[in-house]
């Protein structure tokens, strides 16, 4: 077997180069991971090391730790890289608690659920 | 194969990638794989008010699996030279 030089990684769409990087990586949920890209293969399984979750609420958002994690690369969306001099969210979020974004997730939730049925409700007058 | 090599030669141009979950990206191509997974330098989203978490992504890999469309720069159609190479790739060369 021989080995791809290090040219050639950069050159492909390896992920190789955002190794031991910080990186976002967006879920087919919607979640987004934040971690240090610490493994990879060709199916885009990866490990992330001191990960967590950014749940982004309205202007609201937390980062809830998680730990080590291996990710099924068939769940991945997107994986960037994260540049360190930029702002990683606009100035005019605030981060809040793990239990406040909690609580503000389940108000959206029911927020959305109600509009929901709402609509149902409605339906026999063909709004559209 | 025909895509791949298409989209190995469009490697440097400027390209919006849209996702299945509605997320437009724009780069330049950085490369292509055999799956069609694409990475994208000095990315910025389409929507940005809408994905603020993509702020501070200057480069990324997009999974071939999620993409719905890449738009292309309006010349970065050879549509001669597509048909050559399909009816080509159909005769099995």
Redesign the interface.
């Known amino acids: 077997m021989s080995w791809a030089s290090a040219e050639d990684i950069y050159l492909s769409t390896s992920l190789a180069n955002y190794l031991d990087k910080k990186v976002l990586v967006l879920l087919r949920d919607g979640r987004k991971l934040l971690g240090i890209l610490r493994s990879f293969d060709q199916f885009a399984n990866a490990v992330l090391e001191g990960s967590c979750e950014r749940v982004i609420v309205g202007d609201l958002y937390s980062d809830i730790p998680l730990g080590l994690y291996v990710i099924r690369g068939e769940n991945v969306v997107l994986l960037g890289e994260l540049d360190l001099e930029k702002e990683e969210l606009p100035p005019h979020m605030t981060h809040v608690s793990a239990v406040e974004i909690k609580r503000a997730q389940k108000a959206e939730r029911e927020a959305t659920d109600l509009k929901g049925t709402i609509r149902k409700r409605l339906e026999f007058l063909d709004l559209d | 194969m025909l895509f791949f090599s298409y989209f190995k030669d469009l490697v440097g141009r400027e390209v919006t990638v849209e ?1 299945k ?1 509605d ?1 437009a ?1 724009r780069g330049t191509l950085h ?3 055999q799956y069609l ?3 994208l330098e000095n ?1 910025r989203v389409v929507d940005q008010e809408k994905y ?12 071939g ?2 993409v719905r469309y890449v738009q292309l720069p309006p010349d970065g159609v050879d549509v001669e030279l597509l048909h050559d190479a399909t009816r080509r790739e159909a005769r099995g060369g």
Do not use: E
Not at chain 2, 52 to 63: E, G, Q, T
């Open positions: 996702l979950n997320l990206i490369s292509v794989d997974n694409i990475k990315t603020p978490h993509m702020l501070s992504v200057r480069n990324c890999f997009i999974r699996s999620v």
